[in-house]
């Protein structure tokens, strides 16, 4: 796969879109890990 002929069709406003999605990803991500973190952690003081 040619990432670089990838990048160069990728504008400014898809790019924006795509650090948008990822960063909803990754706030996804953290918020189910610190829900686990809180249950596990609910489960040792019990």
């Not at 990803?25 to 019990?46: G, H, P, Y």
């Amino acid at each position: 796969m040619n990432l670089n002929a990838q990048a160069q069709t990728f504008s400014p406003a898809d790019y924006q879109e795509y650090l948008v999605e990822w960063d909803d990803v990754l706030t996804s991500l953290r918020d189910c890990s610190n829900e686990f973190a809180k249950e596990n952690l609910q489960m040792i003081v019990e």
